[in-house]
């Protein structure tokens, strides 16, 4: 069955620093591979997703992240953080090709300091 | 823009109550799901809808039920509250190609059962 793992629950950062957020997912075949924000008290948007061809995404508010199938990972990565990049992230999984259903981790909180 | 709607961003009833949470979206889309989130757990699916009148149970249907009624609302229903369905319920729904994968989230739901 598919699933995806966030490790860290909570990260903190300075603002200026780059930031690494990690992702690995479980999938028999190709997967597709989504990171959400969420700010607060708002809902989830959509950052990036991975379909297939370049490893390397871009997303929006200056977020990439890089597919490894060898190491099933696909971390989103800034190289310079704002405050208003506090929030939650969350990384999913599609359930499989022919669904729109998602899989999604549990979340890794993101706090700035300035 | 996508805007997807629901109706009461906070609740409060009793237990043993019958609730219902509403969610509209404006951009014709086919599919709609009912997600709830918790702390630590990240987002789990209750149900979805891929048509008008369809539903199909997500990863935790018990003790919710769903209606569709009209292709742009899709209704959560909880029979009898409990305390254990203290929640942020998320509405989200997608359209085109199946597998896009990129939701449209509402704003959330907090409900609280006393």
């Known amino acids: 069955a598919q699933s995806v793992t966030q490790p860290d629950i909570h990260i903190t950062v300075s603002e200026g620093a780059s930031l690494e957020l990690r992702c690995n997912y479980s999938y028999g075949a190709t997967p597709y591979l989504f990171w959400y924000v969420q700010s607060p008290g708002q809902g989830l948007q959509l950052l990036l997703k991975?379909?297939?061809?370049?490893?390397l995404v871009q997303g929006i508010k200056g977020f990439e992240a890089e597919f490894k199938r060898s190491q099933s990972s696909f971390n989103l990565r800034k190289p310079s953080v704002h405050w208003s990049d506090a929030a939650e992230y969350f990384c999913a999984v599609g359930a499989g090709h022919n669904t729109d259903k998602l899989i999604f981790g549990t979340g890794t909180r993101l706090q700035v300091f300035p | 823009d996508v805007k997807v709607t629901q109706s009461s961003r906070y609740l409060v009833k009793r237990t043993g109550e019958k609730v219902f949470l509403e969610c509209v979206q404006d951009m014709d889309h086919e599919n709609m799901f009912w997600y709830r989130q918790d702390p630590g757990l990240g987002l789990r699916l209750i149900y979805f809808?891929?048509?008008?009148?369809?539903?199909e149970k997500g990863d935790i249907p018990e003790g919710y039920s769903v209606s569709r009624e009209k292709k742009e609302r899709f209704s959560l229903i909880l029979e009898s509250a409990s305390t254990n369905q203290t929640s942020m319920y998320l509405c989200?729904?997608?359209?085109?190609?199946?597998?896009?994968?990129?939701?449209?989230f509402g704003e959330g739901s907090r409900l609280t059962v006393l």
């Open positions: 989200a729904s997608t359209g085109g190609a199946v597998g896009a994968g990129e939701l449209f």
């Open positions: 809808s891929y048509d008008v009148k369809m539903k």
């Open positions: 991975y379909f297939s061809g370049d490893t």
